[in-house]
């Protein structure tokens, strides 16, 4: 019989306050080693945590999102453990009474709809960072993280294969964009995520899960899935007995390897944090938080096809943005043409953004220059191709579309005289396409088509040329 996968996941998201979660120190990425750091955050003696406000707020508008219930009471834990990389022998965390609970995100996959249950969501400190010096054979500590704030994401154990994890992450990153609560860099470490991983016959007991733990890459994520559900089936296929653990993935060699017993809570001795008191919210500041809630991408998509009338595939592909999604209301409002917005988004600027490596939530282009060239093309006073062409130039380069079009001498040829001359010096030169097409090929009119918008130096207006054309040629083989 097939084993069932049986997956739960722990994601980490570090906050994009200014300051760490107990301390004034900079949450910025990088930096001079250890320079971001002071005795609250690196643990000194006698040095007492003071709770950052917008973590709190950041941690309950995800909560609301999610559909969590909202603990108004919660409390602080000190989670202990010795690590080289957490200065102070244990980290504040939330373990039996965290801020959020029992919520819900929908994925999608392949039209099919499922809700992944949300157990919990808590607040708690990131750790400092090993540095291993692979020439020098030691290992280096950078505090500049430690203390930095975190939210973990904690999942009942819904899913059942890789593609459904993927999915989960893509939707929950969208959202936390959205809310602009985490930057979402997986590449930096801002985002990444725990897979524990059993298997079970199907409906059965849950088997022995295993951890592979710090995942930054959705590419990572999906590989380690599969190499730990084919390294379990092959040991209870052999009769052996799958050990829990946590696991460390190393994507160089594709494999993980163990790095210690898998340890549950009593191995911690949790117990409340001394140094920090309860956390109240109140029903005023909750409210306030709702109604600071922006629209999300699932909301957007629902509107942009109801107002603009864009296809539900324009919508998608905007909506995994912010930026896009920005960038696409300021096309349709100052250009008055939201469809042809839609199709310049998708179309060429995600072609140059992939070409490129281009980053959809960060590139910058000219809205106004973008606005303007939507509607010589949609006036029929350049042709498709130069549009693209200019598109490009400003996406590259930024130039002044306007002033490039001139000097280039781009505007499109709609003089019915100068047409109907390139089209009879066409239909001379080719009479065997023109036989062709009195013979009913149709492919022998794009031929002529395309011969005659050369003959124009590319500069014909579509339209017009395709009209003339066709008048011709029937007048010809009447």
Known sequence: ??????????????????????????????????????????????????????????????????????????????????????????????????????????????????????????????????????????????????????????????????????????????????????????????????????????????????????????????????????????????????????????????????????????DYRYFAEPDLQPLEISSEWLNEIKKNIPELANEKRERYIRQYGISSYMAEVICTSKNLAKLFEDLAQKSGEPVEAANLITGELMRLINETGAQADTFAIDENKLAFLISLVVSGKINRSVYKDIVAEVFANNIDPEKYIAEKGLLAVSDDSVIIAAVNQVLSNNADAVADFTAGKEKAFGFLMGQTMKNLGGKGDPASVKRILLKILKERTA
Request: charged share 25%; hydrophobic share 30%; glycine share 8%.
């Open 1 to 266: 019989m097939t084993l069932e996968t049986v997956i739960g996941i722990e994601v980490h998201a570090e906050l994009n306050t200014k300051s760490k979660i107990f301390c004034g120190c900079s949450t910025a990425f990088g930096g001079e080693t250890n320079t971001r750091v002071c005795p609250i955050c690196s643990g000194q003696p006698g040095s007492l945590p003071k709770l950052n406000e917008a973590v709190v707020e950041r941690a309950v508008k995800l909560g609301l999102v999610l559909g969590c219930d909202i603990n108004k009471n919660s409390k602080f834990d000190r989670k202990n453990y010795f690590y080289p990389d957490l200065p102070k022998a244990y980290q504040i965390s939330q373990l039996y009474f965290p801020i959020c609970t029992d919520g819900k995100l929908e994925i999608d996959i392949d039209g099919k709809k499922k809700n992944i249950g949300i157990r919990e969501i808590h607040i708690e400190e990131d750790a400092g960072k090993l540095i291993h010096s692979s020439g020098e054979g030691g290992t280096y500590i950078d505090y500049n993280r430690a203390g930095v704030p975190l939210l973990e994401i904690v999942t009942n154990p819904d899913f059942r294969n890789a593609q459904e994890v993927v999915a989960f992450i893509e939707r929950l990153r969208e959202t936390m964009l959205y809310l602009d609560i985490c930057d979402c860099k997986m590449q930096e470490g801002s985002l990444r995520a725990d897979i524990n991983l059993s298997l079970r016959q199907p409906g059965g007991e849950f088997g022995t899960r295993t951890e592979t733990k710090n995942l930054n890459s959705l590419k990572a994520i999906a590989h380690a899935i599969e190499y730990e559900n084919k390294r379990q089936a092959e040991i209870i296929k052999n009769n052996g007995k799958v050990v829990q653990q946590t696991r460390r993935w190393d994507e160089d060699k594709n494999t993980s390897f163990p790095m210690r017993s898998k340890e549950n809570a009593q």
